[in-house]
């Protein structure tokens, strides 16, 4: 007994070392997503089950309602695309005068978030679409408000995203307001983001909207990330502490949308390993 | 060739199955720490039942499955869930005959070891918890395993699984 304690124990630090150190152990952990799969989908089903049910009790006057308002929605959205269908068309005969490359449209697909708990510590989610769908390792994911994660394994039926809350996740943004570049790692508190390395005299101000700068190849640019809550400068430190609050409803978030960016074929998109210049 | 007849293998797997549910089941944010360590608790049962059946191996295979769950480092929980089965081998005879509260105390100590060994993990790969709270599931693992313990005997009693 005690040598298959050891067999154990060194086996699980090899695996350790192999998943920390490398990522060779991608497609062990995609065979062993489908295993855990079903569990993950029974967890989720009672949440599913008691979501149907609340919508076919649902009464008439409340459809209606629910119908009249979506449909004031749409008039008001349709109007503004519109006007962005107006802008756009301006923007590609801007940029043919001014011979940049032209920006394709990004694909995107829904994906549901299983109600299931992962680590605690760790600000992850799991999708209910896998590379049965196309989706990719490094994969943006994103809300109606905005950035949530990316997609860090891969399964056929599942995958996980990390949430740009995680600790370990850090997207290069830039303020919308005058292109201050900076990081927006994420701190393990699901409404705060920290800017890491403002210098003290940078121009970032409080309620100022960060978007993803496109740097680093992963994010297309553009999207919203956060809006900056709090600058503390002191003079003694070389750097500013700036925190800010996701745009994405990151806690609360039961739907999300997996994006190509910028029409890159998904297996290219996966080595991509240069900063696109597309999003300046 | 095997002389007695293993019987009732489905409820052992039926038991952690359910502990792999309420493992992954969702709960409020301030319950999600408090959640106690479900398969290590009923891993350490039938260690304790039936050490020729439940041990070092299924402990580090269920480990595997959990890592792969709960997103974690591939063979995190596999560590600690083999070493845990390893103890409760060890001290089974013991904690059987013990009362309640000793017992309690033991399986605190075995939950605070299988903790310990994930938090070296965790911090070996550069995300150490950072309260306290990170302890909570060795106090709610002790308070639950009193009924834990009393279920699980029921169930094997009531299938007979030998």
Request: charged content about 15%; overall charge positive.
């Amino acid at each position: 007994m005690n040598a298959k304690l050891a067999v154990g124990v060194l086996l699980a630090l090899a695996l350790m070392t192999l998943d920390h150190r490398s990522g060779h152990l991608e497609s062990a952990r995609a065979a062993l997503s489908v295993v855990v799969y079903p569990i993950q989908y029974l967890v989720n089903f009672p949440v599913k089950a008691s979501a149907w049910v609340k919508d076919s009790l649902r009464t008439r006057g409340a459809l209606l309602n629910q119908n009249a308002r979506l449909r004031e929605q749409n008039l008001l959205l349709r109007t503004q695309s519109q006007k962005f269908a107006a802008l756009r068309a301006e923007n590609t005969r801007l940029r043919e005068l001014l011979e940049s490359s032209l920006e394709k449209g990004e694909r995107v697909l829904v994906a549901d978030l299983l109600a299931v708990e992962l680590e605690p510590s760790a600000h992850q989610v799991v999708l209910n679409k896998g590379s049965k769908q196309g989706v990719y390792m490094g994969q943006p994911v994103v809300d109606a408000h905005g950035i949530m994660g990316q997609v860090i394994h891969v399964g056929p039926f599942s995958s996980t995203g990390l949430l740009i809350t995680d600790v370990s996740h850090a997207p290069p943004v830039q303020v919308n307001r005058n292109g201050v570049r900076a990081i927006a790692a994420g701190t393990g508190i699901l409404d705060q983001l920290l800017l890491s390395y403002v210098s003290v005299n940078a121009d970032i101000r409080k309620g100022d909207l960060l978007v993803s700068s496109g740097l680093g190849g992963r994010f297309p640019g553009g999207y919203p990330v956060g809006e900056v809550t709090k600058v503390v400068t002191n003079p003694g430190e070389s750097f500013a502490k700036v925190l800010a609050t996701p745009s994405a409803r990151v806690a609360e978030a039961r739907e999300v949308l997996l994006v190509w960016p910028k029409g890159l074929p998904s297996d290219l998109a996966q080595h991509a390993r240069f900063p696109s210049v597309a999003a300046r | 060739m095997r002389v007695y007849q293993q019987r009732g293998g489905w409820i052992i797997i039926a038991t952690f199955l359910a502990a792999f549910v309420l493992t992954a089941m969702p709960v409020p944010e301030w319950a999600a720490s408090w959640r106690p360590t479900w398969v290590a608790l009923v891993l350490v049962y039938w260690c304790m039942e039936l050490p020729e059946r439940v041990g070092i191996g299924v402990g580090w295979t269920l480990g595997l499955l959990l890592d792969a769950l709960t997103g974690a480092l591939l063979g995190q929980h596999a560590l600690a869930m083999s070493v845990t089965a390893y103890l409760a081998v060890k001290t089974r005879c013991q904690i059987r005959v013990f009362a309640t509260v000793q017992q309690v105390l033991v399986i605190s100590l075995l939950l605070a070891s299988y903790l310990l060994m994930m938090l070296f993990v965790k911090a070996m790969s550069g995300i150490p918890p950072q309260d306290w709270v990170y302890a909570a599931p060795v106090l709610s693992g002790a308070l639950v395993w009193p009924w834990l313990f009393a279920l699980l005997k029921k169930v094997r009693r009531r299938a007979h699984v030998s």
